[in-house]
């Protein structure tokens, strides 16, 4: 009943009645990296040094060597007595060094000058900057450090991306006496606040998704979600439309409501417009697969790791990060998002096995396995979404398939595209921001997978075991004529379990790919600029 009540109050527009974006937002913002009040201030910095190459001893980053100077060598000192090497990620923590900074954290930072790597897809100099903050910040942390001054390490922006990524928790359930405590973070000796504010944005929208997803189900139902959304977005000067049954059920999004309708959590599909740029323009159309729990409907999954499945709303939850950090940014370009929220829940009103549903675009669509509902929610919002806002380029964000798991593993989320400009842009930004993504093939094959069938058109598990590139042919029956990538986050978007990146956390949610998306929109808006 309360779930109902609250999505009665919320169903309609919301917007921001002040225009601005930035200043408010950026305050806004960067509290949420503010300390709670203390009895007294407790500073610490973080100071890079990079590799030893042959017999040249270890060397400090520009702001490492000023640092030094200041405390009249006794880092360079300590750094010889006790053997650090430079190694990337690998460093001490020395206390009482200074006068005003505690503790001084001294993390490697690798090879000097490294630059983009064609082998590894990604630009190592960016990475390795989000690592040695992401690895110094988090160990000044659990040192007691109230304020945490990082060295931009040359690289100012991904120096705040990782660490405010690696200082995040979710805390919400623990009581406030045993909460880790979260840092001030501030940028040390570097005259690049900008970029320093846009990382903490990054950082700051991709933990926005991280705890989402990792709210337990019972406190991140669609319509508490539909809630957190209004209030993070609102702010910012966002249009959110939140729209109810009554709705959903006037445009006959009937996949939609074949998975929702096992559920007593009433459905919830957002509408959430971002404009950046003329209003007549068209918009690149994001869709989230916003599952709030799938429990496998009636083809129920294994109990060992039901609790992991919270995180099936993973999709929108990036979404609504993304929308946020373009906001904040600036970006000048119009982004729509379409989030359909629901469960996916096993009762006596719950779709069976083998139903069929008639789709928007007059196909049908056969339900044969319930625990692959993403698809099946993602559908007919997906058809929609299409035809009203009229996009210039479709990009859907869903956890839809465990073959990326085996496949991929925690390194990239699978990507498919019907556009090669679209792929390479996405490949490039994953480059940048070291959540790097890998092409899986659609081709015919897969199509011819999915149907044809004698009493079906589509269907939705398709026939043999390569579950992601069955699922993404399904999506691409429904984008006729548009540009068109899905991203599937199966393997990086919910917990990671093996060899987590340094600056995030290992078995909880990771809020991946947001700020690669971020950057992709930004490539987009601006694609003179580097």
């Known amino acids: 009943m309360h779930s109902v009540r609250l999505l009665s109050a919320l169903c309609g527009r919301f917007q921001c009645t002040a225009p601005a974006r930035c200043g408010a937002l950026a305050q806004l913002q960067l509290r949420q990296y503010a300390a709670e009040k203390c009895d007294s201030v407790i500073k610490g910095v973080v100071v890079g040094v990079y590799a030893k190459e042959g017999d040249r001893p270890p060397k400090m980053t520009s702001s490492g060597e000023k640092f030094d100077d200041r405390v ?51 630009d190592e100099g ?53 909460r880790t405590h979260i840092p001030k973070l501030e940028l040390y000796d570097s005259p690049d606040s900008d970029a320093w504010t846009r990382g903490l944005f990054k950082a700051e929208s991709q933990n926005l998704a991280r705890r989402l997803a990792d709210t337990p189900a019972n406190q991140m139902t669609p319509s ?35 998975v929702a309708k096992g559920s007593c959590e009433p459905p919830v599909i957002l509408e959430i417009s971002y404009c950046g740029t ?22 129920l999954r294994p109990k060992n790791c039901l609790s ?10 990036s979404c609504v990060g993304v929308i946020r950090a373009a906001a904040a940014l600036s970006l000048p370009v119009n982004v729509t998002a379409v989030l359909p929220l629901c469960e996916n829940m096993a009762s006596g009103m719950a779709a069976k096995p083998g139903d069929i549903v008639s789709l928007l675009n007059g196909k049908t669509l056969g339900f044969v396995d319930v625990s692959k509902a993403g698809v099946v929610a993602m559908a007919d919002p997906l058809l929609y979404a299409q035809t009203t806002f009229k996009p210039r ?78 699922a993404a042919a399904v999506l691409h029956e429904l984008v006729p004529c548009v540009d068109w990538a899905h991203l599937d986050i199966r393997n990086v978007g919910m917990l990671t379990r093996y060899n987590p990146l340094p600056y995030l956390l290992k078995d909880r949610m990771t809020g991946r790919p947001t700020r690669t998306i971020v950057q992709f929109l930004f490539q987009m808006a601006c694609p003179d600029r580097k």
């Open 393 to 470: 380029m479709v990009v859907d964000v869903a956890t839809v398939g465990y073959a990326v798991c085996p496949a991929l593993g925690g390194a990239a989320a699978g990507i498919f595209s019907n556009s090669n400009f679209v792929y390479k842009q996405f490949e490039k930004a994953g480059g940048l921001t070291g959540d790097r993504v890998w092409r899986l093939p659609l081709w015919r094959y897969y199509k011819e997978l999915i149907s044809p069938n004698e009493t079906f058109d589509i269907s939705n598990r398709g026939r043999g075991p390569a579950s992601s590139c069955i």
């Open 308 to 317: 992991m499945y919270r995180g099936c709303m993973a999709g929108a939850a």
């Open 278 to 299: 003329a209003p007549e323009d068209k918009p690149i159309l994001l869709l989230g697969k916003g599952l709030t729990f799938n429990s496998g409907g009636l083809c």
């Open 126 to 178: 960016m990475e390795n900057a989000r690592v040695a903050a992401g690895v110094g910040a988090r160990a000044l942390q659990l040192q007691g450090c109230t304020d945490v001054f990082v060295d931009s390490m040359e690289y100012a922006e991904q120096a705040a991306e990782g660490s405010a990524l690696a200082i995040y928790r979710y805390n919400t359930n623990r009581r406030r006496r045993d």
């Open 224 to 258: 508490i979600f539909a809630q957190s959304t209004v209030d993070a977005l609102c702010p910012c000067g966002i249009s959110v439309e939140v729209r109810g049954m009554d709705w959903i059920e006037s445009k006959n999004l009937s996949s939609f409501l074949m």
């Open 72 to 122: 009249q060598g006794k880092i360079t000192e300590l750094i010889r007595e006790t053997g650090l090497k430079g190694e990337l990620g690998k460093g001490r923590v020395f206390m009482n060094v200074d006068a005003e900074f505690r503790a001084v954290a001294v993390v490697g930072l690798g090879q000097e000058g490294v630059g983009f790597n064609d082998l590894e897809m990604i």
